[in-house]
Structure formats: structure tokens, C-alpha cells
């Protein structure tokens, strides 16, 4: 335990941790060496410095990133990141994981994920606009329906996205909608995608709960993060019959053992000057680190990466994970949680509701054609469902968790593409 402390505490870094999994998933698989190289590094990762005049009159420049993981079974497909911890590792390690997340919910699509290194609390839309006009601009060779295919990711939403395609079919000459997802509504977005993510979470625990035995009406439920993740996980986990008995944001955490109404937590942070949960007072404050080790059936982090690690893992309390955020587990962690016989429904599975809707908002768009909300639903609980059966029956006829898995089901379909395609 100490020796794992010792090893993991410099650097908590994302990328780490995704290639720990990957190598245990591809010693599993028995991969030829020269094949798992290949997956191990990203097809591209380009940087870009955007230079954008603050409304202040001062022309600051911006550090942005595009890394495409892989395109073997389709299009790169990933989200665009804006906050201020954005780093080149971060990027990779989220573009793999959505290599692998695509390949699990069997959507044909590579994995890509982007960010810009800026404080978007403190920008004005004007410099929002700005700035993602620019990235776009500078991308312009990278970013195609039929290439590569941003989405929202944490600080960006369906604004950003409308920008984006404006931006692309000025710069191409044509309406592009399906250049990006997690578009406006209007904008040939589509039904249901703003839920999406949060509708995955919630089929995943569902699921979950009934493989150990838990009744929904008797479940506690911790949810960490309260963006368009953590408070649609906790909306819809409410509507189960589960009992959501803390939830927080960056502001703090917020712990009611009665538990919490959350469309009222919703409207609070809709309405509240700093849209976030400040001042939420139908719950005691406490801090986010608490959060995590409370009394609970279910625990869903939705927040950010590493937040489950070596430090606090032997302290979680819940019988069950279901990973939102992306990450929000190092490599480390996850031995001490199969020791303690938790089970973690992982990321590359459990969030994958957003991009399974993305791919079904891609489709709409390339046919001109718009599904109603409850179509679009029901086939991504369809997806989702099946993934995690998939997934589930995996682990249990190889003996491994449902993370390495995850990774084994998705790597093993890379892989194969990889030599179909061959051409080296
Ligand atoms: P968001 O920006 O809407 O919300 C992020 C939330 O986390 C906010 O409530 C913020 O206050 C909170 N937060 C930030 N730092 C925190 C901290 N240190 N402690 C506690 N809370 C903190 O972002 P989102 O889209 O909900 O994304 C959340 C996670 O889910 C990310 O890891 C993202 O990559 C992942 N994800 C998002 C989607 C999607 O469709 N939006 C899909 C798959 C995965």
C-alpha cells in the first residue's frame, strides 16, 4: 500500500493511468507486441497558440490542442475540453479512452478528444466566441464529418458547437452540420443528447444494481460533479426510487442523509448568480474530498479525473461505482477497490450514452432526417444495455473486472481492424 502511495502520488497523470489498463488488457489478450505499439500512441496530436483580443484591448494568445488517437474503425470522435488544467497528456489519454469507448458501444468511430487552456468562468461570450472561431480556424484541416467530429466536453456546450459549425461551413462554403455534435437543437442537434451522457449513467447503475442484488427504493446514491454529468446521472438515478444523499460541484460538497431533491438543486444552480451549487442550503456543506467517502450504495464521481486514487480508495464506503467523468479512477485505486469487492462499472463504458447519441445525431444529420426524443432514447438505452451486458458476461468468462474488460472488448476490436486494414 505505501509502495503504491510512494509510486503514484507525482503524477496522477491521466495518461498513466490509461496505459496501466492498457498494457494488463493487451498481456491479457496476448496482443502481438508490434500490433499493441500501434495502439499505444496517437495517430496525431496537433497544438495550436489562437491569438484573440480580450474585450479589455489586450491580445492574449491561447494554447490548444486536437490529439486524434485513432481513426481504424471510422472517424475520430471526441469532445473539446475549456478549462484551465488542459494538458497534452490529459488530451491523449482522453482521446484513447475514447478509441476504446467507441469500440465497447460498437459505434463505428475512432477516439479524439481536444482542449484549450483557458479559464471559461472568466471569459465574456464575446471572447468565447472569439477564441472557438480560432481553434476552429486553426483545425480546419483536421476537423471533417467524415475525419474528425468534435462534441462538448467540460466547459464547452451546444453553444460552442453552434460556433463551430458556423465557423466550418463559412470556411468550406456549405452547410456542415455533422462536423461536430452536442449541436443546438436547431441547429440539427438532436433529441435527447443533452441527456444523453447522464441517461448512460443511469442504464449502467440500473444495470449494475441488478447483477448485485440492490433495490433501488433501499439505494443510497453519492454523486460527485453537478454539470450536465453529474446532475442528469442524479436526476435520473432519483427517478429510479434511489435516495441521492450528496451531491457537489466545485463550489463544495453537499450532504442531506434525507436525502436531496435534485430538480430543485437543478433550479437552484439555474437561477443562482454563480451557476453553481454555492449556497445551496437544503444540505450541510461539506468538502469534496468527504464527498467521496460517505456512507453509500452507489457512488458516481462525474466531476474530473483522478479523484479515486491510492489516498482515499480504502476509505469508499459504496458497493458500487459508476464512473461519469472520464478518469476519475487512477490505475492504482482499482486494485484496492477489487480487494474491497466494489464493483466499477467503468468510464469507457458507463459514459458512453453521450457519444452512442452523438453518432445518432451524426447519422440524422447525413440523412436530413430527425428522429423523435423517445426513438433516440430508447435505442441508446438499447446500446448502452447491451454494451454492458456485453461487457459484464466478459468479466465474468475471463476472470477480470469490468474495467480490464471494457479495455479487452475494445482493444481486441481495434486491434483486429488494425490488421484487416493492414498497409503498413
Ligand atoms: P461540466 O463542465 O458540465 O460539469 C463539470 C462539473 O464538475 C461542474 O459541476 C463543476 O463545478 C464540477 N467540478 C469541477 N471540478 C471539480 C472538483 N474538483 N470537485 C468537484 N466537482 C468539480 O462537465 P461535464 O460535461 O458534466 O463533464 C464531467 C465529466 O464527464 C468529465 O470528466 C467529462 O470528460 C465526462 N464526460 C462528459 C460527457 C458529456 O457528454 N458531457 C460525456 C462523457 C464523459
Known sequence: MTDLIKDEKPSHNPLDS???????????????????????????????????????????????YRVVHSSHLGPSKGGIRYSMDVNLDEVKALAAWMTWKCAVVNIPYGGAKGGIKCNPREMSTNELEKLTRGYTQALKSVFGPDSDIPAPDMGTGPQEMAWIVDEYSKIFGQNSFAVVTGKPIVLGGSLGRFEATGRGVMVSARSAMAKLGLKATECTCVVQGFGNVGSISAKLIEQLG??????????????????????????????????????????????????????????????????????????????????????PTTANADSILNDLGVLVVPDILANAGGVTVSYFEWVQNRLGYYWTEERVNRRGDRAMKTAFDNVY??????????????YMVGIEKVANTLKLRGGF
Open 393 to 406: 458476461s466478459y468479466s465474468e468468462k475471463h476472470g477480470v473486472n469490468m474495467r480490464i474488460a471494457a
Open 18 to 64: 490509461m496505459m496501466k489498463r492498457l498494457e494488463i488488457a493487451i498481456e491479457k489478450l496476448g496482443l502481438d507486441e508490434q500490433f499493441a505499439n500501434v495502439l499505444k500512441v496517437p495517430d496525431r496530436c496537433v497544438i495550436v497558440n489562437i491569438p484573440v483580443m480580450m474585450d479589455d484591448g489586450n491580445l492574449k494568445v491561447f494554447e490548444g
Open 242 to 327: 434511489v435516495k441521492i444523499t450528496a451531491i457537489s460541484d466545485i463550489s463544495g460538497g453537499y450532504y442531506n442523509p434525507e436525502g436531496i431533491d435534485i430538480m430543485d438543486a437543478i433550479d437552484y444552480v439555474a437561477n443562482c448568480e454563480f451557476k453553481s451549487l454555492e449556497g445551496f442550503a437544503k444540505a450541510d456543506k461539506i468538502t469534496n474530498e468527504e464527498i467521496l467517502e460517505l456512507e453509500c450504495d452507489i457512488l458516481v464521481p462525474a466531476a474530473m479525473e483522478d479523484q479515486i486514487t491510492s489516498d482515499n480508495a480504502s476509505n469508499i464506503k459504496a458497493k458500487l461505482i459508476v464512473e461519469g467523468a472520464n478518469g
